[in-house]
């Protein structure tokens, strides 16, 4: 158990589908994340939040939408997808956000594009 | 900008044979240093890290990994592997000020031959 969990676990959506993945910290962090693991590529920091505000956004489409109402909570909100969207969207949670912290990952929600 | 290369994509061993999966980074400082392991369906948990000090770091599940300088690698290694070990492996490379520094590798899946 790594104290962050993800719902939902799987989820399929249609193009014009909305929806969105919830992230639940339970281990006291000030900083969240979410990321996008897709196959055979590297794990990719889509964004970053500390205490709430969001300080790191790597050139996401903008139909992503991140939503941090609290320190421990952590949304993405997700509309008019692509199917090369399809991928494991991972949350973690670190105790600083700082290069030099360990971060602590839920087990991700699969997602698929149809 | 750090860099950090793993550079097997998959490597088999058989159960009880020693492991050694490498790890090289690009830095100009001394980096902070992370082993991931990923099993299947879950999120990354932390196998071990590195900061300074002791160049050789304990870990959980019966892992270490060494930190050169000189080689700039941080290679992890397990004397005797189980079954269980079967999973995705990834090393990140940290540095301040934020956790947008923080690069992971592109893993290594490590099967487990009985």
């Known amino acids: 158990e790594t104290g962050v969990t993800q719902t939902p676990r799987h989820l399929v959506m249609g193009m014009t589908n909305k929806k969105s993945l919830k992230c639940e910290q339970h281990l006291g962090h000030n900083a969240m994340y979410w990321y996008k693991q897709s196959a055979k590529k590297p794990l990719e920091l889509m964004f970053v939040?500390?205490?709430?505000?969001?300080?790191e956004n790597n050139s996401v489409p903008s139909r992503f939408s991140p939503e941090c109402p609290n320190s421990s909570h952590l949304f993405l909100h997700l509309h008019t997808l692509q199917p090369e969207d399809s991928a494991l969207y991972l949350c973690?949670?670190?105790?600083?956000?700082?290069?030099?912290?360990?971060?602590?990952f839920g087990p991700g929600t699969r997602l698929t594009v149809t | 900008a750090q860099s950090v290369t793993q550079p097997d994509i998959h490597i088999t061993v058989s159960e009880g044979a020693s492991l050694e999966l490498r790890c090289n980074y690009s830095y100009g400082a001394t980096p902070y240093l992370f082993w991931y392991v990923q099993s299947p369906g879950q999120g990354l948990q932390l196998l071990l890290k590195?900061?300074?000090?002791?160049?050789l770091v304990q870990g959980i599940k019966g892992f270490e990994a060494e930190f050169k300088r000189s080689q700039s690698s941080f290679n992890l290694r397990k004397p005797s592997v189980h079954w269980s070990d079967a999973a995705e492996y990834f090393c990140?490379?940290?540095?301040?000020?934020?956790?947008?520094?923080?690069?992971f590798g592109s893993g290594t899946r490590l099967s487990i031959r009985p």
């Open positions: 939040y500390s205490l709430e505000e969001r300080v």
């Open positions: 990140a490379v940290g540095a301040l000020p934020t956790a947008s520094k923080i690069i």
């Open positions: 590195y900061f300074s000090g002791d160049t």
């Open positions: 973690a949670s670190s105790q600083e956000e700082t290069g030099a912290s360990e971060q602590y």
